[in-house]
């Protein structure tokens, strides 16, 4: 039976309507670091609990979704319906999601967590918007090819999308600006020890010759150093290998550099490594020592600018790792030292940035960071 033609008329006056929204609301999300915090909080309520209602939000969403996805495949279709939860999801949902994004104050809750908070937000609303795009507007329901689509793009992986974009919303409001925070820096600090690895194992070379395993003779402060380390960090995991094992591979064998390393880039290598281990470590402790010791996000402290500048020094460091690899790969002595240098004043901003807790005097944590930015101080040996 084919539905009134009226009721399908209303359902597509509306959906136009609703997508037209959903675009404007995403750009706004996209461009949401952007917006000052005074111009995002302009006549919004105090933002104490967004994190919260967008949660709320979310889960509306997610519901009247799953409504959305069944109907618009069941007979019979029943635009009327349709209408209804499009309603829902364009008069509720979606505007307090949208809402609680913009109103998130940075001065509170950090520039990080409201731009963390926006990006989930837009990816739900795009993800509505491709579902609602897919609503048929001809009175019949959804052809079985449009429900699983081509290359995963039907109605039931944007549903999927849009399920998980939303139980993500709900994670960061449970973990709290605090939580995620720690795991952004979880993230950083993996990427790091990823891109060590990979250095690592580009620059080992096979022992042709046979020659023994290496100098045993560990250099004292060094040692002293990784114990210290291990104390601050309260034990980094046993799979990394310690820095002078790092340096004993890098000298055993034959690798992309030349056997003869006639610009000195083995020693090069090392010294990063070296210095690599220890930032990857310093993201460990500074988790434990200064993020987990944080005051709570309940009002606008100037705590809070100083954490905005330390998530985006730990951000700049795997970059720059990364452009330094590309210098080891492209055998380029000059580039090497270069970003060798730009990489150390990197984690020198880090160490500046958390040489002091929040509250109080220092600390053992300050003590291992002086040693630290030492040894960020030091020329290379060897390079």
């Known amino acids: 039976m084919t539905p009134p033609k009226g009721d399908i008329a209303a359902l597509n006056g509306l959906l136009d309507t609703s997508i037209t929204l959903l ?9 949401i670091s952007k917006i000052t915090a005074a111009v995002a909080a302009e006549g919004a309520e105090k933002a104490v609990g967004s994190l919260v209602a967008a949660s709320q939000a979310a889960q509306v969403i997610k519901g009247s979704t799953s409504k959305l996805s069944l109907l618009i495949i069941s007979e019979p279709f ?9 309603q829902e999801l364009v008069n509720i949902g979606v505007p307090i999601l949208a809402g609680s994004a913009q109103s998130l104050d940075n001065a509170q809750y950090t520039t990080a967590i409201r731009r963390d908070l926006a990006n989930k937000c837009e990816r739900v609303l795009r993800n509505l918007r491709q579902l609602l795009e897919m609503v048929p507007r001809d009175g019949k329901v959804l052809p079985v090819a449009k429900r699983k689509g081509v290359q995963g793009a039907g109605s039931f992986t944007i549903t999927g999308s849009l399920w998980a974009a939303c139980d993500e919303i709900t994670r960061l409001a449970e973990i709290g600006a605090k939580g995620r925070l720690i795991e952004r820096t979880e993230e950083l ?3 790091l020890k990823d891109q060590m690895e990979e250095l690592k194992e580009w620059g080992e070379e096979e022992d042709d010759d046979g020659a023994d395993d290496g100098d045993d003779d560990n250099d004292a402060s060094e040692t002293q ?15 990394h290998l310690d820095t002078q094992a790092m340096v004993d591979d890098l000298m055993n064998g034959a690798g992309h550099i030349p056997k003869e390393d006639p610009d000195q880039l083995r020693p090069r290598l090392a010294w990063c490594l070296r210095i690599l281990k220890q930032a990857a470590i310093l993201y460990s402790a500074i988790i434990k020592y200064r993020l987990r010791t944080l005051p709570a996000f309940d009002e606008p402290r100037p705590v809070v600018s100083q954490v905005d ?30 970003i060798r240098d730009q990489a150390f004043q990197d984690i020198f901003a880090v160490t500046a940035l958390v040489l002091d807790p929040w509250e ?11 040693k630290l930015q030492k040894d960020l101080r030091a020329k290379p040996e060897a390079a």
Do not use: C
């Open 23 to 31: 675009k404007q609301l995403e750009t706004a999300l996209s461009n």
């Open 78 to 86: 029943t635009p009327s319906a349709i209408t209804k939860v499009t």
């Open 189 to 191: 600090r993996d990427t």
């Open 225 to 239: 150093q990784a114990e210290s380390l291990d104390a601050v960090t309260n034990g980094l995991s046993a799979t």
């Open 309 to 338: 500048d330390l998530m985006k020094a730990l951000k700049k460091l795997p970059n720059r790792v990364g452009d330094l690899a590309a210098a080891f790969y492209d055998l380029s002595p000059e580039d090497v030292d270069r």
């Open 360 to 370: 109080g005097e220092r600390d053992t944590f300050s003590d291992w960071i002086l």
